[in-house]
């Protein structure tokens, strides 16, 4: 078992878990990270112990907690009753008395009745890395739309707690009518209680779906390409946004930064513009609540054209990141090993000493065509260029390309021409008519030769 000393982040923990209430400061935290120590799957990038600590202890910081401890406790089973053997409950139980600390962290995912025996054996309250996270998200959101999609994820992880090793959930409240009856146990009524709000929810978020859907149609008609920014928390994919963009988006070294999406329209070298969409952040073990209540939310990646998954280079984890990611982007039925689609951003290169720097460089470099990642640093905005210069690459090749000659009275035309299509080039000459040089997706193509009686115009390098 490994041993880490106290790291201050003063603060307070609302929302945590009431069912505990034992003497003990709740802001004062305990870390235990449980690894086990069977071999992983084939296949499987095992992250690192000291890198699953470091980022459990982030995830308590991240909410101002004092951490008076962390640890790494290593485990060849779980226990169904404990999760944790007897021997090391008892020795993190001394630790938690020592340290004088309120509430333990717990980062694996704990039943209910693993929460309850581990908060006895401590006499503290006890989460586990779903309810963290949750937490974390709580505090984090801050639209309507992000509110709700995080109280619908804190509901359904709620009900499922609710067992009957809660002794307050088996007293009975009084029955109806004049002969009374046993009535509803308080399980029951809490159940019914959180059922109701989770279907108001889910009808307000439906509201927000349609209402998303609405403005992606809008956008299709102003036929701007939409390119998102996905990858692991804290891989920088703010800072990247920032930089394309020149906007603010928080950005700061912190799990979760920021939560809610953001679009800004972005002009790219070429002229054309394109909406780029920043994302939540993805980790692993990411709660299932989190990853259904964010859906609509999450469709603003599955309906973009280009998807970047921006990569922290500098971690020492970055491919179990990678990995994790990937399997989020898999739950949302994307093809992580889609390279037309998606572009690997290799970002932090300004973090890399000489001899790494060297070695991602002849990395990317050894990787041909589609398959091949972009380094960057959003932070200096080396490599950007280049990243652009990809993007722009990948669209021109899923669009095409046409020349249009009208009358410049055809003010009808030539309206529908400026919302329908991507205008590259325009020239008026002197006998009143209009030269266009536009880009639209192929399924409009067609229409608007019929109609304007437009030519193609080849890519360069075409026979």
């Known amino acids: 078992m490994e041993l880490k000393g106290s790291r201050r982040a003063a603060g307070s923990t609302a929302g945590l878990p009431p069912e505990a209430n034992e003497p003990g400061d709740t802001t004062r935290v305990v870390v235990v990270v449980p690894q086990l120590t069977r071999k992983a799957p084939e296949g499987d990038v095992r992250r690192t112990p000291q890198a699953r600590l470091d980022e459990a202890v982030g995830l308590a910081m991240a909410i101002d907690l004092d951490v008076a401890a962390s640890l790494i406790v290593g485990l060849a089973q779980v226990r169904p009753a404990s999760y944790l053997g007897s021997g090391k409950v008892e020795e993190i139980g001394d630790l938690v008395k020592a340290q004088e600390a309120g509430l333990v962290f717990v980062d694996a995912p704990l039943s ?75 399980i029951e009524a809490d159940r019914r209680l959180i059922g109701e709000r989770i279907v108001k929810i889910e009808r307000e978020l439906e509201q927000v779906k349609r209402t998303r859907a609405l403005h992606r149609a809008s956008r299709k008609k102003v036929p701007y390409p939409v390119v998102a920014l996905v990858g692991y928390t804290n891989a ?18 912190l799990l979760f930064a920021t939560l809610d999406p953001t679009l800004r329209a972005v002009q790219m070298p ?63 039925d994307i093809d992580p090993d889609d390279h037309v689609r998606l572009i690997e951003v290799w970002n932090k290169i300004d973090r ?103 030519h193609r115009i080849k890519a360069r390098g075409a026979a």
């Open 352 to 454: 890399l000493d000489e001899d790494a720097r060297t070695a991602i460089f002849n990395t990317a470099t050894r990787r041909e065509g589609d398959d091949r990642p972009i380094p960057v640093s959003a932070l200096t905005g080396e490599g950007v260029d280049a990243l652009l210069a990809a993007i722009a690459q990948r669209l021109s090749r899923e669009r095409i390309s046409l020349r249009i000659e009208l009358e410049a009275s055809d003010g009808e035309g030539l309206s529908w021409l400026y919302r329908h299509a991507e205008v590259l080039e325009r020239r008026d000459d002197i006998e009143g008519h209009v030269h266009l040089a536009v880009r639209v997706p192929p399924e409009r193509a067609e229409h608007i030769e019929r109609r304007f009686g437009a």
């Open 236 to 253: 920088g994919k703010s800072t990247l946004f920032n930089r394309l963009t020149s906007a603010k988006v928080m950005a700061q070294d």
């Open 270 to 332: 070429t002229g054309e513009r394109v909406i780029l969409s920043d994302t939540v952040g993805f980790i692993s073990d990411l709660p299932t609540q989190l990853v259904a209540a964010f859906r609509a939310t999450l469709e603003e990646v599955i309906e973009a054209d280009i998807i970047l998954h921006v990569r922290d280079m500098s971690h020492e984890d970055a491919d179990a990141q990678a990995q994790d990611v990937a399997h989020v982007l898999s739950d949302l």
């Open 112 to 186: 209910p009745v693993q929460q309850r025996n581990l908060e006895k054996a401590w006499s503290a309250k006890v989460i586990d890395r779903t309810a963290l996270i949750l937490e974390i998200f709580g505090q984090r959101a801050r639209t309507k739309e992000g509110v709700l999609q995080v109280e619908l994820a804190h509901l359904n992880y709620q009900r499922s707690r609710l067992v009957r090793s809660w002794t307050h959930l088996e007293r009975q409240r009084g029955g109806f009518g004049f002969l009374g009856g046993p009535g509803e146990t308080q």
